[in-house]
């Protein structure tokens, strides 16, 4: 399903004109985890869901789960997915930047490898539109790059500091910790952190 005042053709430079490493047909393990824990409840959303592995894991546990992309062919793959899994879950093409033009709410916002692409201009508005659309109390879920990975190859490294500063107003950490996002061009994965987040009342 695509949001009309969003949606547009895939483009050349659409991420997953050719299979990007973290798109591994499965959810990662820190978000199964959370999942098997309880982490997820009410209505899920997940941004820069991809091919919807969280979103359909969300969907899986019973719960209302929506997805959106800004990648046309990644939202194909995602609904394909669902119907050969016979899971019903909801995909829109859709601005991360934009997401109270939804104008609905949600009680867990997932996040696996979208905040770290955002520069530190930009981190504010995403969070005041992650704010826009989760029920106070609801909880944000966020795996992304962390500056413990060596190298300078692929997406911005988060320091604690500046998730720590993008969330500062009107937000609680909960937890902070070191993870792993797996890949599926390295079998060790790349240094990640895990952060939950609660949304003050």
């Known amino acids: 399903m695509s949001n009309p005042n969003h949606a547009s053709p895939a483009s050349p430079r659409d991420l997953y ?31 820069g869901c991809g091919t919807g592995e969280h979103a359909l894991l969300a969907a899986g ?7 959106v992309d800004q990648s046309v062919r990644a939202l194909g793959h995602a609904e394909r997915k669902a119907r050969d899994r016979r899971i019903e879950a909801r995909f829109l093409h ?3 930047l934009a997401l109270a033009e939804l104008g609905e709410t949600f009680d867990t916002v997932l996040d696996c490898g979208l905040f770290h692409i955002f520069p530190p201009e930009t981190r504010s508005a995403y969070a005041q ?18 500056d413990k990975q060596p190298g300078d190859w692929g997406p911005h490294r988060l320091t604690r500091t500046e ?12 937890s902070l910790e070191p993870a792993v996002i797996d890949i599926r061009t390295d079998p060790a994965g ?10 003050k009342c």
């Open 190 to 199: 790349v240094a990640a952190w895990l952060a939950a987040l609660t949304r």
């Open 61 to 67: 546990l019973g719960l209302e789960a929506t997805g």
């Open 129 to 146: 539109s992650l704010a826009a659309v989760l029920s106070p109390g609801g909880r944000y879920l966020m795996l992304g790059f962390s």
């Open 94 to 96: 859709h601005d991360a």
């Open 163 to 174: 998730i720590e500063t993008a969330f500062a107003d009107g937000w609680r950490i909960d």
């Open 17 to 47: 004109d050719s299979k990007p490493p973290w798109d591994i047909d499965r959810p990662q393990p820190a978000f199964a985890r959370l999942a098997s824990a309880g982490a997820f409840s009410g209505r899920v959303l997940d941004i």
